[in-house]
């Protein structure tokens, strides 16, 4: 492992110190954008991260109205 990433891990470690990860790790996956949200008040239009692994298979979803966000 080369000594930048190495760099960038104790970082992100370092940055994160107060919530305690458990590890850090680099992953690849496909970030797919979306809009969603009918416009009304209680479905605002927003944007929508949805991720894959690189074989496509469905991996988890980022959505500011969602309970886990």
């Given at each position: 492992?080369?000594?930048?990433?190495?760099?960038?891990?104790?970082?992100?470690?370092?940055?994160?110190?107060?919530?305690?990860?458990?590890?850090?790790?680099?992953?690849?996956?496909?970030?797919?954008?979306?809009?969603?949200?009918?416009?009304?008040?209680?479905?605002?239009?927003?944007?929508?991260?949805v991720?894959?692994?690189?074989?496509?298979?469905?991996?988890?979803?980022?959505?500011?109205?969602?309970?886990?966000?």
């Amino acid at each position: 492992m080369s000594q930048h990433v190495d760099k960038q891990r104790i970082q992100i470690y370092e940055s994160n110190e107060n919530q305690n990860p458990l590890s850090v790790e680099i992953i690849k996956l496909i970030k797919v954008q979306v809009k969603k949200g009918s416009g009304i008040d209680s479905d605002p239009v927003r944007l929508v991260d949805v991720y894959y692994d690189l074989k496509g298979n469905y991996v988890f979803t980022v959505d500011s109205l969602s309970e886990d966000y």
